[in-house]
C-alpha cells in the first residue's frame, strides 16, 4: 500500500512536470565557454529592437526579469549582477498580405550575455553565448570565440559593453 502510493505521488509529479518542461531548449547543447541555453527564454520580455540595414536582419533584444527590472528603471549602468541580455535575429521577409510590412522570415542566430563581474572578469563583467540556425548549434570552436563579441562590445564599453538602448514604454 505504501509502495504504491509512494508510486503514485511519483506519476503525479512527473505528469504535471513532464508538460511545462522546456524540450527544444534541453537539447541545445552549451557553447564552449559552458553556457547553457536559458531554458525560459521565450518567455522573457522585450527591452529593444533592432534593424540592421548592411545585412537586412532584423532583431529583438529581451531581457530576463532581473534585466527588464533594470531596464524600465533606466538602471544600466552598470547592469545588475544576473541581468542576462538575449538577442534573436531573423532575416526580413514581406508579410505575405501586405507588401509594405516587413516581418521576421528565416531565424538566423540567438545569442545572450549574462552579466557577472567576477565570473566573467576576463570578458569585461559580460559572459557570451551564441547558438546558430533553427538547430541551435552551439556557435565557437573553442571559447576563445568570447574574445570576438568583446572585440565589438568593447566599442560599447561606456555603456557597460552592451549596445541596446532600452526603447521608450510610455
Ligand atoms: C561585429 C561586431 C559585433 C560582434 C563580433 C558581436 N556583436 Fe553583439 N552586438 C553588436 C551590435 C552592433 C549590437 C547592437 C545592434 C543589434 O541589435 O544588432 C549587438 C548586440 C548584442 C546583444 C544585445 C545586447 C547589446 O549589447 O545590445 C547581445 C546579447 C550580443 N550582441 C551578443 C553577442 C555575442 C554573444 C557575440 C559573440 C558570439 C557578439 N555579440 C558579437 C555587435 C557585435
Redo the contacts with the bound molecule.
Sequence with gaps: MKILSTHMKLLFITSILIPITPTHAKSILPTANGIQYPAALKNWRVIAS?Y?TDNNTQ?V?LGNSIAIKAARSGNTNPWPKGST???L?WKNTEHPDWKSAIIPGKFIHS???IKNAEKYKSTGGWG???WKGEAQQP??KDKS??Q??L???SQ?KKSD????IPAKIP
Aim: charged share 20%; net charge positive; proline share 0%.
Design positions: 533592432s540592421r532583431r533584444i541580455l538575449a538577442k535575429v545569442e545572450i550575455m557570451y553565448a551564441r556557435y565557437g570565440f568570447t570576438e563579441c572585440t565589438c562590445h560599447v559593453y552592451v549596445f541596446t
